[in-house]
């Protein structure tokens, strides 16, 4: 029974005006098996998966699903046939209610006389949370008043009221809690024995502990598929990014160290009942981490530090200035890079030089007048853009057409051509790919030793070890524990007072 | 659930309510009535039903984003058309009302098609649209009035209670039912807040404008065929936008209806609105302001009734901290679209996007 | 939708070879049209929606196209000044030879514009002050003004108010139509009636009882308030002025004006179209400044409308004559070389009747100012004495 | 606005590239709708030669009117570019043009100098145009709807400059207004005015700001620019190009009624667009859209005029031509710019 596919792609390839994103690939899917996709941004995981997934459709290629041909026109299509997808950024719509939402582009079933019943697809709705067992929300609640992971589940269940016969998961489980998680992998485990499941992450040892076998991508390529006896990070890894990481991904030293200077100081720090009396010292070459669940102010206290919040009580001060908006914020050479990139951190209809420009406008002008001319603004951004080795045609390229760790490459372009010397990173690796990731570690080392001061707000908490010579947890608005970098820091540890 | 159920009807209330006792007083205070003529109900009647078609037909575009310019353009071709036709054919009313209807349907379907074809933002759109269909009425017309002042047929529709009655409560009940309570009104809903989720799962959204865009023209042509009426002719001659005054009427009703919204259902919302706005004018009236003090007045109101919404929140929180201190305060303005507030984010998000 | 290169130069491309199309088929047009070349006639309107203004064209586009040789260019409706000036300005570069102007947002712009283009330019309708007259009177190429002044205005609006105060009538309602807005004669007719009103000892308005203190007052407020108006014989039930139909207290206003029931509504201009539908079956009867139209034939017929001062349409056939007759060569001036400066009345009928006869005595296939009439003024062979004489011979004013 | 600069200085891109790569060439599926405008704009001049020499229009005439009657929305269109661009809609220019004509037109009444007209014309527009940013900045409303509520109020605020003067209009001398009512003056308004605002927009940081906040406003303040500076600055530039479009308003057309200038709010709209000006600002703002718009819209009028104000139903039929236009115009002008989903 397992070694039966019930999908199989034959030289697939997919272009978006120039980009290849696909570029003949074949794939097999096997019955009662779950599949890792791996492969770094743009290697083209969620381009298969959604030709798959009927959100689009292929240039070139065949599909067969079940022994038949498969070119589904639409995702509710697809659905119908039998393969389900969760979809990375959030696929539901917040406007209207759960129920509502289950049955997206399909109230046409509910339709009696021509209007919609709207209680009997309430109830249907309250059927289908209950059958993946979520039964605390209620169907008529708007879906903009849910947080993200329980919209996440909402998804969830969209797709598997379905009962589909594949199930794809693209990228999920980092909006996801603990609790949120468990539910997933319980959903996984179970689709093995109705059908199979696309599993798409970047987490390697996620994906190592859910999949029976992965196929790693790249460059639109198929690389390699691994069958579960066959599972070797290192080796994995290689595949992913087509050549032998060297040793050390994160900070090769397990000692804190930076410099005597205060850049930084933050006291009573309070925003509403997210932040409550945090207080905060930074000095110059010192990556301070900041930790913990979600929910538990994190966010909020690194949008406070930047003075993109007001503060109901307390202070920040940076370089002898009280930060009470962004714009002196900047002015004190602050930096901020915001968890959700494209809509806070990029203008993405925006060339690349537009957007590494923009902090640093009364740089460009200084000494002139004023006067910003193309050519300075081509000498300024061709910094970041080399030391960066941001992957563009040229300066001039849209922001919205690049790959999501090329987009953040020039968020952090952008506050490193003005001189920051104290950054907020706010998930800097969130949808960021193992080579980038290990980009953009080795800059922060490289800005602490130039004696910057860092503060950066992660959920993933072996990047914070990795990384932080500080590390704060905050559990409910307030800092719960303060670690120390060293070779003792354990994880069990850290996630002990986070709960 | 009580409690909800007060909030709810407050929330609904509060304004047309709260419009109604402040004017009564205004009026008493200066020794006039509200309703001081015969006409009164009349008049209420039909201003709200043309305010509230207007605003509908302003709501349904704007709640996706989508500025029309072209309302009174469509308005006034409608009815240029229907009477043209009815008195070339001497069918009547009757015959005026179908090809007006009609002919507002077709218009709104050509301007959805020309915007869904071209792909261009719809604000730019609509001036294009608003251009054409001027041009056309006057091009049917030669730029004079169509005129039908002693058809008694013609003009005894809008000066029927009952008839602007019936045109309330079924405009209302239909928008209701089709936005509410159809599948293309559930998919109208999910593509206002989640435009690229509801594409995704095979909703069909060039068809669903489309058709908004034609229920936009009918709601319009109504508005067209009541003023036509009423007034006896049609003014054809407007060029140069000189047909978009009809939209300002319908901005206030449009953004109370929002709020309403929050608390009922926005369509009902627009019916209170267009009964605040008429009320607001019956006072006017009967106060005998004059037309430089209503218009500071109107300014007035708009730009406070949304200051009073973009500042809520801030309004809220003062009072909260006035009245009792322990509060969950919503967090500050650094949580720019958490859509807790999901039918008040669309509407004014079609305007700031403006 | 793709849109490849070739297809959006396809596009404009075809746009702009239709262009070219459409201007072939101009420009064979007006070669073709003819034996001679007919002279080219600019007509500059503020109003081009009004029964009046509808009459006027009518005329002008196929009477006086049909029997003289010439080809009438209108504008759009120009709203202001500068629509004025951009109208003349298209005017003057397309070659027009001459331009009537209904226009007068800014009659000393035009007048020089024309001037300095070497065009000649003729006012329609009203009149120019006495100021501008003596600043412009010597204008080669101004050929002048016949229609009512300011005074034949007032007198309108005096006649008006005195014709049905004469007929017993107490209770009054007024319509100012575009006082807001300062026309001019809008706003002389409506002091003419407060006028004939204040005549009465006990009545004035504003505590003015004389037509200069009235008109002043209307000036200084730019609208006619109910409060200031103090009779112990007449009432002044309600007043209504333009602003803007879309208005729930527009209507409003408009229906208490109704509902205040007044025997009549004195209106300054398009009365029945504005209160027309409204008053039907209520016994209310309008007073109107308007036109010879079937629609107010039938209103009269139908007792809505009770008196109606108005232009015959063919009044403006006189101006043009003595415009065609300067672009013929044979310009008519007044003594001393003057630009025309001639008056014209309304013609006033109270009934049905009346009202038939004027219409009957002037339609488009026979007008009153024919082409005979008019003809003899085409080639210099009468003088300015005839000419005068002619426009004045105009004397139908009620009786 | 870097379509243009680029396509004017092919030479000079090759050289100033840091890296080579930099300035390469675009391709045509770029390039069309990037000068859409400027090809709709020769497209229409051809089409203007032709019809007027066929038709015999007195051509320098005619070129001397197409400058009269682009010349102020030009301008003013420019400087609302300012507005634009960050993605704010400014429905009241009008209004406010006429309002500053005739605070212009009292004020040389009262004191018989041009400056002194010049100086009110600028100082009333820029305060009109600052009550606008103001409300919209510190109270946070949306600007299309303040202005929506000024358009009122400045209609309001003619009406009681014209009762002031106890007459149907504000007058002044005409004489001297056809004094200073020439091309030299018109020109040399405009182009200084041009120059100053392509100057702001492209060589200064605030145009940048501008195109920064119109493409994404969280991300323009989360990188420090302050909205409200930004918003006084762009609204005081614009007032800027209404005071000088409003004085020359009054030098074309010294009597001034409370419907003068009704039209110019949305002909400077439709300018913009025209030019190729996207309505929601951001990156792809161009500040010569405004002129490219004006004249296009003043060639197409003459043209339609000469075609068609013989016929009765013509002003209609023209405007058919002009929205048909229009609409091409601005398709093939976005046609590079489009997704799958519909553009709101």
Redesign the interface.
């Known amino acids: 029974m397992t070694s039966e596919s019930v999908l199989t792609v034959t030289d697939m390839s997919k272009s978006f005006g120039v980009v290849r994103a696909l570029k003949g690939v074949d794939f097999e899917l096997r019955d009662g098996e779950v599949h890792g996709l791996i492969g770094e941004n743009g290697s083209g995981k969620s381009t298969l998966t959604s030709i798959v997934a009927?959100?689009q459709r292929a240039d070139a290629g065949t599909v067969h699903f079940l022994g038949r041909p498969w070119s589904p026109?639409?995702?509710?299509?697809a659905l119908d046939g039998g393969i389900g997808m969760i979809?990375q950024e959030?696929?539901?719509?917040?406007?209207?209610s759960v129920a509502?939402?289950l049955f997206?582009?399909?109230?046409?079933r509910f339709?009696r006389l021509?209007?919609?019943d709207?209680a009997a697809m309430n109830r249907e709705a309250g059927r289908a949370l209950a059958a993946i067992g979520i039964d605390a929300i209620d169907p008529r609640t708007?879906a903009?008043?849910l947080d993200f992971q329980t919209r996440k589940l909402v998804e969830l269940a969209r797709v598997m009221m379905h009962a589909p016969k594949v199930v794809v998961v693209d990228e999920t489980t980092t909006a996801l809690s603990q609790h949120g998680r468990e539910t997933l992998y319980r959903l996984v485990d179970e689709q093995r024995a109705r059908g199979s499941v696309i599993f798409i992450s970047h987490d390697l040892e996620e994906i190592l502990a859910v999949c029976d076998r992965l196929t790693v991508l790249r460059d639109g390529e198929m690389i390699r598929t691994f069958e579960k006896s066959e599972f070797d990070e290192d080796a994995i890894r290689a595949a992913m990014i087509g050549r032998n990481l060297d040793g050390h991904y994160y900070r090769a030293d397990t000692t804190a160290t930076a410099f005597p200077q205060v850049l930084l100081r933050a006291t009573d720090v309070t925003?509403?009942?997210?932040v409550r009396g945090v207080d905060l010292v930074v000095r110059a070459g010192e990556i301070v981490g900041i930790g913990g669940l979600s929910h538990c102010g994190m966010h909020?206290l690194g949008?406070a530090l930047f003075g993109?919040?007001?503060l109901d009580a307390g202070n920040v001060v940076v370089n002898g200035k009280r930060i009470v908006n962004e714009q002196r914020a900047v002015r004190a050479a602050m930096g901020y890079v915001s968890k959700d990139r494209d809509?806070e951190s990029l203008s993405l209809t925006a060339s690349i030089s537009d957007n590494i420009a923009s902090a640093g406008l009364r740089l460009l002008g200084r000494g002139r007048g004023g006067l910003i001319t193309r050519r300075a603004e081509e000498r300024y951004v061709a910094g970041p853009m080399r030391q960066l080795a941001i992957k563009a045609t040229n300066d001039r390229q849209v922001v919205g057409t690049l790959s999501g760790g090329n987009k953040q490459k020039v968020v952090f372009g952008k506050w490193i051509a003005c001189g920051s010397e104290v950054l907020i990173l706010d998930c800097p690796t969130r949808g960021v790919d193992i080579g980038v990731k290990q980009a953009m570690y080795r800059l922060m080392v490289q800005l602490k030793s130039e004696g910057k001061a860092i503060v950066m707000v992660s959920e993933e908490m072996t990047e914070l070890m990795g990384m932080c010579d500080r590390l704060l947890i905050m559990k409910d608005g307030t800092v719960a524990r303060e670690f120390q970098r060293g070779p003792e820091l354990t994880e069990m540890e850290i996630i002990q007072c986070m709960i | 659930m009580g409690a909800g159920l007060m909030r709810r009807a407050t929330g609904t209330l509060i304004i047309p309510v709260g419009a109604f006792v402040v004017l009564t007083a205004l009026c008493s205070l200066n020794g006039v009535s509200l309703f001081?003529?015969?006409?009164?109900l009349?008049?209420l009647t039909?201003?709200v039903a043309?305010?509230m078609l207007t605003s509908m037909a302003l709501a349904i575009n704007l709640n996706?984003?989508?500025f029309d310019f072209s309302l009174?353009a469509m308005a006034t071709l409608s009815s240029v058309v229907g009477a043209t036709v009815a008195i070339q054919t001497g069918g009547g009313f009757a015959v005026m009302a179908l090809v007006t209807i009609g002919t507002g349907i077709l218009l709104g379907v050509v301007s959805g098609l020309?915007?869904?074809?071209?792909?261009?933002?719809?604000?730019?759109?609509s001036?294009?649209?608003?251009?054409?269909y001027?041009?056309?009425?006057?091009?049917?017309t030669?730029?004079?009035?169509v005129?039908f002042?002693?058809d008694?047929g013609l003009?005894s529709f809008a000066?029927s209670t009952l008839a602007m009655v019936l045109v309330v409560a079924v405009g209302l009940v239909l928008v209701y039912?089709v936005f509410d309570?159809?599948?293309f009104?559930?998919?109208y809903?999910?593509l206002?807040?989640?435009?690229?989720?509801?594409?995704?799962?095979?909703?069909k959204?060039?068809r669903n404008?489309v058709l908004t865009y034609a229920v936009s023209g009918a709601l319009m042509s109504v508005v067209g065929l009541i003023?036509a009426s009423?007034?006896?002719?049609i003014?054809?001659?407007k060029?140069?936008?000189g047909s978009?005054?009809?939209m300002?009427?319908a901005?206030l009703p449009v953004f109370i209806g929002g709020y309403i919204g929050r608390f009922s259902n926005d369509k009902l919302g627009f019916l209170l609105g267009a009964l605040t706005?008429?009320l607001?004018?019956?006072a006017?009236?009967?106060l005998?302001?004059?037309?430089?003090?209503?218009?500071?007045t109107?300014?007035?109101l708009?730009?406070g009734f949304?200051?009073f919404l973009?500042?809520e929140e801030r309004i809220g929180r003062a009072w909260r901290s006035v009245t009792h201190r322990r509060g969950?305060?919503?967090?500050?303005?650094?949580a720019?679209?958490?859509?807790?507030t999901?039918?008040k984010?669309?509407v004014?998000s079609g305007?700031?996007?403006? | 939708?793709k849109i490849s290169r070739s297809t959006a130069l396809a596009a404009t491309a075809a746009l702009g070879l239709s262009f070219g199309l459409t201007a072939c088929g101009g420009g064979s047009d007006s070669a073709a049209g003819g034996g001679s070349d007919p002279v080219k006639m600019c007509v500059l309107v503020a109003d081009?929606?009004?029964?009046e203004a509808?009459g006027f064209k009518d005329y002008y586009t196929t009477y006086i196209q049909e029997n003289f040789p010439v080809e009438f260019v209108y504008s759009?409706?120009v709203g202001d000044a500068d629509a004025e000036k951009r109208a003349m300005e298209s005017f003057i570069a397309n070659n027009c030879e001459a331009i009537i102007s209904f226009a007068s947002a800014d009659r000393p712009t035009q007048i020089q514009m024309a001037e300095d283009a070497g065009i000649y330019y003729a006012v329609a309708t009203g009149t120019l002050s006495d100021d501008q007259y003596e600043e412009f009177k010597d204008y080669q190429y101004y050929v002048g003004a016949i229609g009512p002044s300011l005074g034949v205005e007032y007198q309108a609006g005096y006649d008006m108010a005195k014709y049905f105060v004469e007929q017993g009538d107490t209770r009054f309602a007024i319509y100012g139509a575009g006082v807001?807005y300062y026309i001019d004669m809008h706003i002389y007719r409506t002091a003419g009636m407060l006028a004939a009103l204040a005549e009465e000892p006990s009545t004035s308005y504003g505590g003015a009882t004389d037509f200069g203190a009235i008109l002043g007052k209307i000036m200084q407020d730019?609208?006619v308030k109910?409060a200031d108006f103090q009779s112990d014989v007449y009432e002044l039930t309600g007043y209504h002025?333009v602003?803007?139909?879309?208005?729930?207290?527009w209507?409003?206003?408009l229906?208490?004006v109704?509902?205040?029931k007044p025997d009549v509504i004195l209106a300054a201009g398009t009365g029945?179209?504005?209160f027309?539908?409204a008053v039907?079956d209520t016994g209310i009867t309008i007073g109107d400044i308007d036109a010879y139209t079937d629609?107010n034939g039938?209103?009269m017929k139908?007792g809505?409308v009770g008196y109606l001062a108005g232009k015959f349409t063919s009044s403006i056939g006189p101006i043009f004559a003595a415009t065609y007759a300067a672009v013929e060569g044979h310009p008519i001036r007044a003594e001393g070389d003057t630009a025309l400066a001639l008056e014209q009345g309304y013609w006033v009928a109270t009934s049905p009747e009346q009202f038939d006869a004027f219409l009957a005595g002037d339609t488009i296939e026979n007008p009153f100012y024919g082409k005979a009439e008019l003809e003899q003024f085409a080639n210099g062979d009468q003088g300015y004495d005839t000419f005068e004489a002619f426009v004045a011979a105009y004397t139908y004013v009620a009786d | 606005m870097h379509d243009l600069t680029q396509r004017t200085r092919p030479g000079a891109n090759g050289t100033s590239g840091p890296n080579g790569t930099a300035a390469r060439r675009r391709s045509p599926r770029e390039l069309v709708p990037a000068l859409a405008p400027l090809l709709g704009l020769v497209v229409l001049t051809v089409a203007f030669v032709v019809v007027g020499t066929v038709s015999g229009v007195n051509m320098s005439y005619s070129v001397q009117t197409l400058i009269n009657q682009s010349v102020v929305i030009v301008i003013i269109a420019t400087g609302a570019i300012f507005i634009f661009a960050m993605?704010s809609?400014d429905i009241s220019l009008g209004a406010s043009t006429l309002v500053a004509a005739m605070v212009g037109g009292l004020a040389y009444n009262a004191t018989e100098s041009l400056v002194a007209m010049l100086v009110a014309c600028i100082l009333t527009a820029v305060a009109t145009s600052l009550v606008s940013a103001s409300?919209a900045a510190v109270?946070?409303?949306?600007v299309?709807?303040?202005t929506?509520?000024?358009?009122?109020?400045l209609?309001?605020v003619a009406?009681?400059l014209v009762q002031t003067t106890g007459g149907a209009q504000i007058k002044v001398d005409s004489s001297f207004a056809r004094q200073y009512d020439t091309l030299p003056v018109k020109l040399s308004v405009a182009v200084a005015f041009l120059a100053l605002c392509v100057f702001l927009f492209t060589y200064t940081r605030l145009g940048r700001v501008e195109k920064l906040i119109g493409g994404n406003p969280?991300t323009a303040r989360l990188t420090g620019v302050s909205m409200k500076k930004t918003a006084i600055a762009a609204f005081a530039i614009a007032g800027l190009g209404v005071g000088l479009g409003a004085f020359l308003t009054v030098l074309r057309t010294p009597t001034m009624t409370t419907s003068s200038a009704a039209?110019i709010g949305?002909?400077v709209?439709?300018a913009m667009?025209f030019g190729g000006m996207?309505?929601?600002g951001g990156p792809r703002t161009r500040i010569y859209a405004a002129l490219l718009g004006g004249l296009s819209m003043a060639v197409l009028n003459q043209t339609m005029t000469t075609l068609l104000a013989t016929s009765?139903?013509g002003?209609?039929?023209?405007?058919?031509?002009?929205?048909?236009f229009?609409?091409a115009v601005?398709?093939v002008a976005?046609s590079g710019h489009?997704s799958?989903?519909?553009?709101?």
């Open positions: 009927g959100q026109a639409s995702v509710n299509e979809v959030s696929g539901t719509v917040p406007g209207i509502e939402n997206l582009g399909d109230a046409g339709v021509g209007l919609v709207r708007p903009g008043a925003v509403g009942d997210k909020e949008q993109a919040v007001r809509t | 001081h003529t015969d006409d009164s009349l008049l039909r201003g043309t305010t996706s984003g989508r009174g020309v915007y869904v074809l071209l792909g261009i933002s719809p604000m730019v759109c001036l294009g649209i608003t251009l054409l001027e041009g056309i009425s006057f091009a049917i030669g730029g004079a009035n005129s002042l002693l008694r003009t000066k039912t309570r159809t599948r009104g559930f998919d809903r999910a206002i807040t989640g435009q690229a989720a509801a594409v995704a799962s095979g909703t959204e060039k404008a003023i009423q007034m006896g002719y003014e054809a001659g060029l140069n936008f978009i005054g009809i300002f009427t901005f706005m008429t607001v004018g019956l006017f009236a009967a005998s302001l004059s037309s430089t003090v209503q218009s500071i109107n300014a007035l708009l730009v949304l200051m973009s500042n969950a305060s919503p967090s500050g303005p650094a720019p679209t958490t859509a807790a999901p039918n984010a669309p004014t305007v700031n996007a403006s | 939708m081009a929606t009004s029964s509808l759009e409706e807001p730019g609208t109910v002025e602003w803007s139909f879309d208005d729930a207290a209507q409003a206003n229906a208490a109704v509902a205040s029945f179209a504005v027309g539908a039907a629609e039938q209103a139908e809505l | 993605g809609f409300l109270f946070n409303l949306p299309f709807v303040t929506v509520a000024m358009l009122s109020v209609g309001a009406v009681a969280v039209d949305m002909n709209l439709v667009v996207p309505i929601s009765s139903a002003n209609g039929i023209s405007q058919v031509v002009r929205a048909l229009f609409l601005v398709w976005t489009r799958k989903l519909l553009p709101r």
